[in-house]
């Protein structure tokens, strides 16, 4: 399996990371929950992961408060 290229967001809380993915189904953005690669550590274990083509869109969510508390990563996975 060839690896690829993805924008990795983390979460202070599995609360934020339900938000996070509530927000993106509301506004059509690309990825999906899954737990955090060990590479990387968060507190509530889970985090999103979408194309790294699209790290602009997140700004809007970043501007939107929706990822407060996350760390932004970009990752071979």
């Known amino acids: 399996m060839t690896?690829?290229?993805?924008?990795?967001?983390?979460?202070p809380s599995t609360t934020a990371a339900m938000a996070m993915e509530s927000y993106c189904q509301k506004h059509d953005l690309p990825g999906r929950l899954i737990p955090v690669p060990t590479s990387i550590t968060a507190e509530c274990g889970m985090c999103w992961r979408a194309p790294i083509e699209s790290r602009d869109l997140f700004d809007v969510a970043v501007a939107?408060?929706?990822?407060?508390?996350?760390?932004?990563?970009?990752?071979?996975?």
């Open 3 to 11: 690896k690829r290229l993805w924008l990795v967001i983390t979460f």
């Open 64 to 77: 939107d408060d929706v990822v407060s508390g996350g760390c932004f990563y970009e990752l071979w996975l």
